[in-house]
């Protein structure tokens, strides 16, 4: 059989339920019509699986399933195992592992939002001084989809009225800390 010169069956209506394709070196292709689920099999010493020890492993099969009209549904491969290198297909386990990591990891980022935004919450629900000459010490709590935030805070007007200084510090259940300062000056 030549490398170049592809060889393609057809198939046609009075075509037998199995057929099979001998290259002469060695490979066998068949197609099996009659089983359950129609299966290619390709038999070549340059195509089988071979453990880390040497030894022939289960072959990676192609299962062609029908639906119930009997119309053939995309092909399912069998038997991969988890690709190690960068170039390696992986399979469903793998897939399912590196969606869940993922998941879980945004799930992650999400409460640590909602954390964040209960501690701003609680910044922003701080009391502070409005007379000249006063200052004020005060306390704030939030809650924002189940995390909660908490701030203290000190706040100070100058005896003219035109200075404003307050400062703050907050943090949130996931254990985070935040601080806040500023000054103002009105005319």
């Given amino acids: 059989m030549n490398d170049e010169a592809p060889v393609t069956v ?12 001998v290259d002469g070196q060695g490979t066998t292709v068949s197609l099996d019509k009659t089983a359950p689920q129609p299966t290619v099999k390709i038999d070549t010493p340059l195509a089988h699986v071979y453990n880390e020890d040497g030894s022939k492993a289960d072959a990676v099969s192609l299962v062609v399933n029908k639906d119930d009209k009997g119309n053939l549904q995309p092909v399912t491969i069998h038997n991969v195992a988890p690709g190690k290198r960068g170039t390696d297909a992986v399979n469903v386990d793998q897939l399912k592992a590196g969606l869940t990591q993922i998941h879980n990891r945004l799930g992650d980022i999400a409460d640590e939002a909602d954390a964040g935004t209960a501690a701003a919450m609680a ?23 189940g995390k909660q935030g908490y701030a203290v805070g000190f706040s100070a007007i100058s005896d003219g009225g035109n200075w404003v200084i ?21 005319w």
Avoid: E
Avoid at 166 to 186: D, L
């Fill in 10 to 21: 057809k198939p046609t209506g009075n075509a037998p339920a199995t057929v099979k394709f």
């Fill in 123 to 145: 910044t922003a629900g701080l009391p502070q001084a409005y007379l000249p000459g006063k200052s004020m010490v005060s306390v704030a709590g939030s809650t924002y989809r």
């Fill in 166 to 186: 307050k400062g703050s510090v907050n943090g949130h259940t996931r254990g985070h800390f935040g601080a806040t300062v500023g000054a103002g000056y009105q």
